[in-house]
């Protein structure tokens, strides 16, 4: 009798046992076994200006995923130092699934300017999916005199230290690929630091700034209109919103070639089954023929991964900025 009750109670605490880890594991995933998404409002939080390239894709997006998730999507902006305060705003956000950091390639350089960052840019944030490629354009005012990438060269060379080039921000995508053609042109100049892209494009129509590697997304409209004149491309390749524009390689200056990327993270805990969830959507919304047209529309090309490789594509963008800032001499000012 006493074996038969020391068994059954063997088998009782095995079952409470079972029981308990069963309750410690639905506590630790939660959120992936509440129904995602509710009909509650999904924050993109872009760490830009509005108005910027990455603000606008991040519009385009939220307003076709929110038809296609059955929830309100809202882009909230929170620009400044280089785009680290909005993502410290997400790093620390509830990994609930509703709140995601558009953010740009300046993400990855970051962690090389900003030795107080209040995140980790790995460890922190979980990819979802790079969303699109945009080509950066090099512009200048119509009054500069400026007529070709060799010109503008020609007369830095002339003058160090006395020309000025803009960006969105120490370490922004725009600051790159400025830094990528200055060491590639061998030339001394300025960097001229602002809050974001529609503030360097304004003090560009106005001469304030020699030049400026705007996004394409952002410049287009001006450069139609005549308020700014598009010098070269970024990239490798030209670009199909500006065929007639040579890229910096074409100009003579190889090794100046950036790529400039949007992508979409969530705060690092957020359960797989909602990031996987999201990356669907997102593909799915990025492919329609509407959205395509409108991407084109504005010089952006889709750039769609899976979550895996998205992370691996960040750690790789890592190692390629570090060398870049080391050459450059790159600081925060």
Known sequence: MIRKTSAISKNIIAILALILGLSLVSIKNAYALTPWPKKQTIRFIVPFTPGSGTDVIARLLANKLSDSLGTSIFVENKPGAGGTIGAGIVAKAEPDGYTFLIQSSGHVVNPFLYSNLSYDTLKDFAGVTSLVQLPNVMVTSPS??????????????????????????????????????????????????????????????????????????????????????????????????????????????????????????????????????????????????????????????????????????????????????????????
């Open 144 to 333: 500069s005199g400026y007529t070709s990438v060799g010109d503008l060269v020609s007369k830095a060379l002339i003058e160090p230290g006395i020309k000025n080039y803009a960006s969105a921000g120490n370490g922004s995508a725009t600051h790159m690929n400025a830094e990528k053609f200055r060491i590639a042109a061998k030339i001394d100049a300025n960097h001229i630091p602002y809050k974001g892209t529609p503030d360097a494009i304004t003090d560009t129509i106005a001469g304030r700034v020699d030049w400026f590697f705007s996004p394409i997304v952002s410049a287009l409209p001006l450069i139609k209109d005549g308020k700014l004149r598009a010098l070269a491309v970024g990239t490798d390749k030209r670009s199909f919103a500006l065929p007639d524009v040579p890229t910096t390689i074409e100009a003579g200056f190889p090794n100046s070639a950036y790529i400039f990327w949007v992508g979409i993270f969530a705060p690092a805990k957020t359960p797989t089954t909602i990031i996987n969830q999201m990356n669907l959507n997102i593909i799915k919304v990025m492919k329609d023929p509407e959205v395509v047209a409108q991407l084109r529309k504005l010089g952006a090309e889709p750039m769609l991964i899976g979550p895996q490789k998205f992370d691996q594509m960040v750690r790789s963008e890592m190692d390629a900025a570090a060398i870049v800032i080391k050459e450059s001499k790159m600081v925060v000012n």
